[in-house]
């Protein structure tokens, strides 16, 4: 298992508050480790690019229409009735991250966020 893999299930899986996570490289949407593999990763990294369409549309990630509710240079929030879906930038990383109905929301929004800072301090 890669460090990557590990920071997933360490950081975010084991909080029991989010339910799939990937880590993507920026540049190239290449998958880095994943719990769930995304077959729009492109189109996550681009939603950083184009704000305005991302408030306005949200997403389709499995099989759930996402509306946004918040998105600034760093972070993307969307929801789907009790689901969510989380999407933090880094320098070289865009963190996905889902919760259910079962999970607090904002277990999941600190666990990510907090990975991203880790991240950042190690200037990735």
Not at 95 to 119: F, G, Q, W
Request: glycine share 4%; aromatic share 10%.
């Amino acid at each position: 298992m890669n460090q990557f893999q590990n920071l997933i299930n360490d950081c975010l899986i084991d909080t029991k508050h989010v339910e799939s996570a990937v880590i993507l490289v920026a540049k190239t949407a290449a998958v880095t480790a994943a719990s769930v593999l995304p077959t729009q990763a492109q189109i996550f990294i681009d939603s950083f690019k184009h704000m305005t369409s991302t408030r306005e549309r949200g997403f389709y990630f499995q099989d759930k229409a996402y509306t946004c509710v918040r998105a600034d240079r760093n972070s993307i929030y969307c929801k789907c009735g009790t689901h969510g879906l989380i999407l933090v930038k880094t320098a070289l990383y865009v963190i996905v991250a889902t919760y259910n109905d079962s999970m607090y929301p904002s277990v999941c929004v600190e666990a990510v966020e907090k990975l991203a800072v880790y991240l950042k301090e190690k200037g990735k």
